[in-house]
């Protein structure tokens, strides 16, 4: 029997770069990237303390990462640095409001 062949890019589930933002809300993040773009939520990571982790949307085969922020290891929200963060996303007229 032929060993099963593993992808470690893991290419089934992820595009050659996916975006990842660092949120302040996982929870309220996923919640407002689903209602206001369509996303589909592909699933939520607790650590050992039961708070979320990691969230990873998906649209259209790209994948949105989401992180808590912590300094420690220098990830901070756009808004406790004072700067912004944008996503550029293609959608048809029509859907949802402008």
């Known amino acids: 029997m032929a060993k099963k062949k593993i992808d470690p890019l ?4 992820y ?3 996916s975006a990842a933002l660092t949120v302040s809300d ?15 939520k592909r699933g ?3 650590g050992p303390d039961g ?18 922020e912590s300094p420690a290891m220098g ?3 756009a808004k406790s640095v004072g700067a912004s963060q944008s996503l550029h996303l293609c959608r048809k007229r ?5």
């Open 44 to 46: 939520i990571m607790n």
């Open 15 to 17: 595009g050659a770069v």
């Open 94 to 98: 029509g859907q949802g409001s402008r």
């Open 10 to 13: 893991n290419k089934k589930a």
């Open 75 to 77: 990830r901070r929200t």
């Open 51 to 68: 708070k979320p982790i990691h969230a990873e949307l998906t649209l259209r085969g790209t994948t949105l990462m989401l992180g808590p």
């Open 26 to 40: 996982i929870p309220a993040a996923v919640s407002f990237y689903q209602k206001a773009f369509g996303f589909t």
